[in-house]
Structures are given as structure tokens and as C-alpha cells.
């Protein structure tokens, strides 16, 4: 009998103790551990923000479901991996601490023969002194409590326009690693979209501000896609979409602080300036699980097992250094780290050799470059990706590792810019690669047939297909798997 240990049950961790537990026979053991009792569909969790549906329409409890597949489930937050046991244990194993209630705190180890880590990232508000809901003084989409919680003040700055006053609305990213712009982009043209239904859009002064450097850019570099028989970006129609809206954008931006009230900020070109501000959904830069990692003798190896920030490495090319250097080849395949052949990464938590868009310095050091996004459909290929290889090597069928680089991966994304049957909209992209190869595409980085972009209503149905498809794959309603990742 083999143990497959998953870390996390995300959009990654959860894709992968599926499909392992459909793939491998019952005689092997397919182990989660997660601090959450719910799976959360976190795209929707920009509705919840903008108060158009209901927290409870995002969540389900994971262990009814786990109890009917057979999937073993451990409501924990893994501190600690052992790869070479010690300790008493013959075998590898991770250290875990209770979040279920009545057990809170209580330490667990479980051995594994495999480990996926797909513990995604870890919200790193105290990257910014008063960012975030919890010690700061911004809102976040993040978590659905987070966006429940947002839909609620959102509501009462709502109540303060109707009631005359003029206010501003600042969304966007609260640090200049950020990632996930995308998030932050659908949240901005949710926010001026249920301030217009509001009938308050006069008295609303909506602002993006972010780290990245051009509008459009997403954290990918943006895209350059063929329209009409002509090239053009998604700089031009992110700007143009702006425009059309109202919204102003502030580029290239650092948040170095938040007080209350104000947002401190520095630019590229090395200015430093404030804004006041009355609501903010501000996203937080991403780490790595705060996990530890040690040898057979107890040292700790964490700074081997897992890159500065947390994440684990896996087979990438962490040594190609200035952006001129960077080739598609730097990306990994496997998702296997190269110091242990039984552990791999998938989603968020995998270490990138390094960002997608061009790094960017201010004239004062300040790294203001958005990070890696690793976005859901990426994530759920790579974990399946990574469970056929462990599937393969617990039935011992000598077969090479499979392969998901995102340098050869295409990726859609819908992002919602209104939410309303009739009235919505949403801008559609998809792009292949993820990763711009610039090798095989000197150009455009990406193949022109691959790439696309589009707004309108028919976006806004597809991002409401999305919801529902995703939710039954993920409640493994029967033919789960036949929905794509
Ligand atoms: C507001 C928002 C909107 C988004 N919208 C989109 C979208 O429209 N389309 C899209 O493709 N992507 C979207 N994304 C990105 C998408 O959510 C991520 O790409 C995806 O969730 C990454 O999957 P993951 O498994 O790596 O991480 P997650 O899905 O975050 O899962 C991580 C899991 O690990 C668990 N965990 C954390 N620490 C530990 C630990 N120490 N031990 C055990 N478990 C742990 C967490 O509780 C969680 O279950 C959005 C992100 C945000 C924040």
C-alpha cells in the first residue's frame, strides 16, 4: 500500500486528491490535510465582494465529500516535512497542527510515500504596515469571509453616497510584487458597476492603482492578439475599457504604507505621493506556506527545500538571472523537486524561476514588478499532471515523468467586469503559452492563434458557466472529470 499526502485543497490540492483517488485503487491511501472545513470557489469571491451573491454560494464542507470518495482528511495546517523520516519514523513524514474545533492546536504527523504541495499562497498583508482587514485598514477579496466582509462596508459607503456625500474608492494592488491583477481588475469593474446600478456613480470616484506597469498587463506582460484581421494588445483595450468606465489608473505603483484614510505610495519613476481614500480593496502580496523542512538528523533544510519566499523548489532553472538571460526552458515540467523524488509542487506553492512580466526597479530599489501569477486553470492541470506521475510510479510502470510546462500550457481566463444577466460584461483571454516563449515566437511571445481577447455579455454567461461547472466538478457530481481543469 501507498500514502499520497496533499497538502492544501485549493484549486490544486483538491484537483489532485480527485483524481488520485480515481485513479488509484483503494488499496492505496489518499491523504489531505487542509485547515479549512470548506472548499471555496475563490473567482466568485469577487461577487460576494460587490454584495451580488451570497457567501454560502462559494463554500462547501470538504469532508462529507472526502468520507464518500475515500479521500482521508485531516483538518490541519502542515508546519513540517521530514523527506527522510527521523524522529521515530522509518518513513517521510509531515507535521501538522489541529485547526478542527475541540482540537485546535493539537500536533499531528502523518508518513507519506508521495507529498504534493498545494498549500498556494499565504496573504502576506504585513508586507505593507496597515494593509488588509485583519491589522489594517483595507478590504480584501481573498477569503470569502474576507469578501463578506467587504460586501458589507461596501454596502454602508453605498448608504453614505445615497445619503450626498462624494467618496473615493480606491482598488488595486497594496504592495509592487503583487500578483493576481486579474482579481483586482474584475473586482474595480464590479465595484463601478454595482455604484452605477446604485445610481451613485456620480458621487464615486473609482481609482486602480497598481503595480503594474502598463494597463493590461495582468502579471503575464501582457498579450498582443489578432482582431479583425489586425494585431492588437490588451494594453489598448484594457485602456480603452478605462476610459469607457471612468475609471482612472494609477501605474506602476508601490504601496510602502496605509493609514487610515490615506494611502502612501511610490512609482516607478521614484515619486512618492498620498492618496486619500474612503474604501480600498487592496490585494496583498503572496508568500509561501510558513513551512520547515529537516533531515534524518534533525537540521533544518528549509533554505534547500524551499526558495527565500516559501515555495517550494522544483525542476526549474532558479540560476538564469538578469531578464535579457531568460529563456522558456527556465519554466519546470515535472513540478518535481530535485532534492526528493517523492515530493512535488503544484499551483501557487511551486518556486518560479522568476516573473512573467519585465522586472522593474524605481530610481530607490523598489522592486515594482508584479509577481508570477499561477491562475486556476494552470494550477488544476499541473496537480493532475503531478498525480499521473505519482500514479505511474506507485503501479511501477517505469515511465517517465509527465510533463505541464507553462511555457507550453494555453490558459483561459474570464474576467468579470458587471454582474447582471442582461447588462454584464466580462473580458475573455486566452492565451498559449502562459509563459511568453520568445524563442518559438520571436514576435509576440505567443502564439497569435492561441492568443485572444473579447469583452462583452457573452464573457459575463461563460464567467456564470465557469461557476457552475466548477462547483460540480469540484463536489464530484457524476462525470466530474470529464469538465476540463
Ligand atoms: C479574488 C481572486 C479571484 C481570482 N479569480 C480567478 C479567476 O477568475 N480565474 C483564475 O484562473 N484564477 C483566479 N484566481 C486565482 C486562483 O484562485 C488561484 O490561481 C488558485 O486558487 C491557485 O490554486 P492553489 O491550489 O495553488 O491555491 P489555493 O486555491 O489558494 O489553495 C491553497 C490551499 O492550501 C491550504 N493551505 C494553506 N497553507 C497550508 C498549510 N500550511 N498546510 C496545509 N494546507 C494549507 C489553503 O487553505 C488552501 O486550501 C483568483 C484569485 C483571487 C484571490
Not at 491511501?29 to 466568485?44: G, K, L, Q, Y
Not at 474608492?169 to 473586482?187: I, N, Q
Request: glycine share 10%.
Amino acid at each position: 500500500m501507498a500514502t499520497l499526502l496533499i497538502l492544501g485543497a485549493g484549486v490544486s490540492g483538491h484537483t489532485a486528491a480527485m483524481h488520485a483517488r480515481r485513479m488509484l485503487g483503494k488499496e492505496h491511501e489518499v491523504i489531505v490535510v487542509t485547515p479549512n472545513a470548506n472548499w471555496n470557489w475563490i473567482p466568485s469571491n469577487i461577487w460576494v465582494g460587490v454584495g451580488k451573491m451570497p457567501v454560502k454560494k462559494v463554500l462547501f464542507p470538504l469532508e462529507p465529500l472526502y468520507k464518500r470518495k475515500g479521500i482521508k482528511f485531516n483538518q490541519a495546517l502542515a508546519v513540517a516535512i521530514n523527506p527522510e523520516g527521523g524522529d521515530g519514523h522509518t518513513r517521510p513524514f509531515v507535521t501538522a497542527t489541529s485547526t478542527r474545533p475541540g482540537s485546535e492546536g493539537e500536533e499531528i504527523q502523518i508518513e507519506y510515500d508521495f507529498l504534493i504541495n498545494c498549500t498556494g499562497p499565504k496573504l502576506n498583508f504585513g508586507a505593507t504596515p496597515g494593509l488588509g482587514p485583519d491589522n489594517g485598514y483595507t478590504h480584501s477579496v481573498c477569503t470569502a469571509p474576507h469578501a463578506a466582509a467587504t460586501a458589507e462596508e461596501l454596502k454602508a459607503a453605498i448608504a453614505r453616497c445615497k445619503a450626498g456625500e462624494s467618496l473615493r474608492f480606491v482598488v488595486g494592488t497594496g504592495h509592487g510584487t503583487c500578483t493576481c491583477e486579474g482579481a483586482a481588475f474584475e473586482y474595480t469593474f464590479n465595484l463601478e458597476y454595482v455604484l452605477r446600478e446604485a445610481g451613485v456613480r456620480d458621487r464615486a470616484e473609482v481609482i486602480y492603482l497598481t503595480n503594474e506597469a502598463t494597463l493590461g498587463d495582468f502579471g503575464v506582460g501582457g498579450l498582443t492578439f489578432t482582431q479583425q484581421g489586425f494585431q492588437t494588445t490588451s494594453k489598448l483595450w484594457t485602456e480603452s475599457l478605462y476610459r469607457e468606465r471612468g475609471v482612472e489608473a494609477v501605474l506602476g505603483a508601490h504601496c510602502s504604507k496605509i493609514e487610515p484614510g490615506v494611502i502612501h505610495y511610490e512609482q516607478l519613476d521614484g515619486s512618492t505621493h498620498e492618496m486619500s481614500y474612503d474604501f480600498a480593496m487592496l490585494l496583498p502580496p503572496f508568500k509561501g506556506a510558513d513551512m520547515k523542512a529537516y533531515d534524518a538528523a534533525g537540521e533544518d533544510i528549509s533554505a534547500q527545500v524551499f526558495n527565500p519566499a516559501g515555495f517550494l523548489k522544483v525542476d526549474a532553472n532558479y540560476a538564469a538571472g538578469a531578464y535579457e538571460n531568460w529563456r522558456a526552458t527556465d519554466w519546470p515540467k515535472t513540478y518535481q523537486s530535485p532534492l526528493y523524488d517523492n515530493i512535488f509542487a503544484a499551483g501557487i506553492a511551486f518556486a518560479p524561476p522568476h516573473q512573467i512580466s519585465q522586472p522593474r526597479t524605481s530610481p530607490n530599489g523598489t522592486v515594482i514588478t508584479p509577481s508570477p501569477p499561477r491562475t486556476g486553470m494552470p494550477s488544476g492541470i499541473i496537480a493532475k499532471t503531478v498525480v499521473m506521475t505519482i500514479v505511474d510510479r506507485i503501479k511501477g510502470t517505469g515511465k517517465p515523468a509527465y510533463e505541464a510546462p507553462m511555457t507550453g500550457m494555453g490558459a483561459a481566463c474570464v474576467a468579470s467586469a458587471g454582474m447582471s444577466f442582461w447588462n454584464g460584461s466580462a473580458a475573455s483571454m486566452t492565451m498559449h503559452p502562459v509563459v511568453p516563449d520568445w524563442q518559438t515566437y520571436p514576435k509576440t511571445g505567443r502564439d497569435l492563434k492561441g492568443t485572444s481577447g473579447e469583452i462583452g455579455l457573452a464573457g459575463h454567461w461563460m464567467k456564470n458557466l465557469l461557476h457552475v461547472l466548477f462547483l460540480y466538478k469540484a463536489k464530484g457530481r457524476p462525470f466530474w472529470w470529464i469538465v476540463p481543469e
